[in-house]
Nanobody, 126 residues
Framework: QVLLLESGGGSVQTGGSLTLSCNVS????????MAWFRQVPGKAREGVAA????????YYADSVKGRFTISQDNAKTAVYLQMNSLKPQDTAMYYC???????????????????WGQGTQVTVSS
């Protein structure tokens, strides 16, 4: 069984920073793509950042470019999201996902993510 466990969420003021972590455990699973998504109640899930493990290629939502950075550990069993200059509109539940993706010059397809975490809440106050 493969489990994804997020941590690092919390409450910060506008302009603050948080680092989210997601650890993958179980069954010697090795994905080749990982990503962070977020969702606000009543709204569609939004892709925030994604990384293809092999080439280290990263993709970001326009709304977070220049403020968020996605990275992985060397063992490719953890993914991180460094979030700087946080805004109230960044408030959401953040989920990590892992999968076996076709490496392309674009975001991975959502259906390629096999496993999802339970989420960690990020709240940014003005």
């Amino acid at each position: 069984q493969v489990l994804l466990l997020e941590s690092g969420g919390g409450s910060v003021q506008t302009g603050g920073s948080l680092t989210l972590s997601c650890n993958v455990s179980g069954s010697n699973y090795r994905s080749n793509c990982m990503a962070w998504f977020r969702q606000v109640p009543g709204k569609a899930r939004e892709g925030v950042a994604a990384i293809y493990s092999g080439p280290g290629r990263t993709y970001y939502a326009d709304s977070v470019k220049g403020r968020f950075t996605i990275s992985q550990d060397n063992a490719k069993t953890a993914v991180y999201l460094q979030m700087n200059s946080l805004k109230p509109q960044d408030t959401a539940m953040y989920y990590c996902a892992a999968g076996g993706c076709v490496v392309r010059a674009a975001w991975p397809e959502v259906y390629e993510f096999d496993y999802w975490g339970q989420g960690t809440q990020v709240t940014v106050s003005s």
